[in-house]
């Protein structure tokens, strides 16, 4: 999405597409929000050489992930030599010589300041692509945001019209679009048959480390009033994370306090973006935390963390 003051030309001030065709390394990039797909290119591009600051207008970055799970991130990506401005607003950016300075205001006090980058990655969002489609020929109904209306089984206002991915509400990732493209299918050979289970779509961060989550944060939890027991779980006590010199993050798990079942995972840490799917098939089961506790898992595997966090949920680990 664009930002008033900030003309995107995809050579200096880019988009997440023009940041992926960059000719070379910027001495200094600025990232305008703290959402996913800025922070996966930021880490690239950090690892490449870039001074990477990012510019985040509330006060916390990686928005939907469990807020203790943030924080070591931001914590993590600062050690790699990221800056963070937190709760400020950027006014605009001026050409200075062959580079930009980027305008900021801090919102706690007020103070305003430039931050020099020779490329300016804006990055707060995605808007639905349904301009010019045509669906204003046929009737098809958008929200003001310009999201295709459907009813819970993908069907627009026209019969045989049906609506999926990112052009619907919901987050936009393409397993999330594909798992709704399979039920939508079924629902138009089945009515009735096709179902998304929202509560079990996993979220990556892919950056290094990873980040990964499935299901209720703790603050979901709490704003609902629902009683739950943790269980977390670091890599720096599991073998195989230790073995290949990996071992910052961890594993947490969130489970229902009277049912133990569970209700949410959050990782970050080596290879979390494949670790996440073990979680995902439990809570699409249904399982307790015990139930992935007492399963057997492969030693020495950085899913052995999934297990002892498990553990720590339901009783208490066996390694830390």
Known sequence: MPLPGLEIDEEQIVSSTGALELKKVPKNMVLVGGGVIGLEMGSVWSRLGAKVTVVEFTGAIAAGADSEVAKEFQKTL????????????????????????????????????????????????????????????????????????????????????????????????AHKA????????????????????????????????????????????????VEYNVGKFPFLANSRAKANNTPAGFVKILAEKESDRVLGVHMIGPQVGELINETVLALEYGASSEDIARTCHAHPTLSEAIKEAALATHFKPIHF
Do not use: C
């Open 178 to 225: 594909e798992e709704e493209g399979q039920a939508a299918v079924e629902e138009i050979a089945s009515p009735g048959s096709g179902h998304v289970n929202y509560d079990a779509i996993p979220s990556v961060i892919y950056t290094d480390p990873e980040v990964a989550w499935v299901g209720k944060t703790e603050e979901q939890l709490k704003a609902d009033g």
């Open 78 to 173: 600062k050690k790699q030599g990221f800056d963070f401005k937190m709760e400020t607003q950027v006014l605009g950016a001026t050409k200075s010589g062959d580079n930009y300075k980027v305008a900021v205001k801090d919102l706690k006090s007020g103070k305003e300041s430039e931050i020099d980058a020779d490329v300016v990655l804006v990055s707060i969002g995605r808007k639905p692509y349904t301009e010019d489609l045509g669906l204003e020929n046929v009737g098809v109904e958008t929200d003001k945001r310009g999201f295709i209306k459907t009813d819970g089984h993908w069907k627009t206002n026209i019969p045989n019209i049906y609506a999926i991915g990112d052009v619907t509400l919901g987050p936009m990732l």
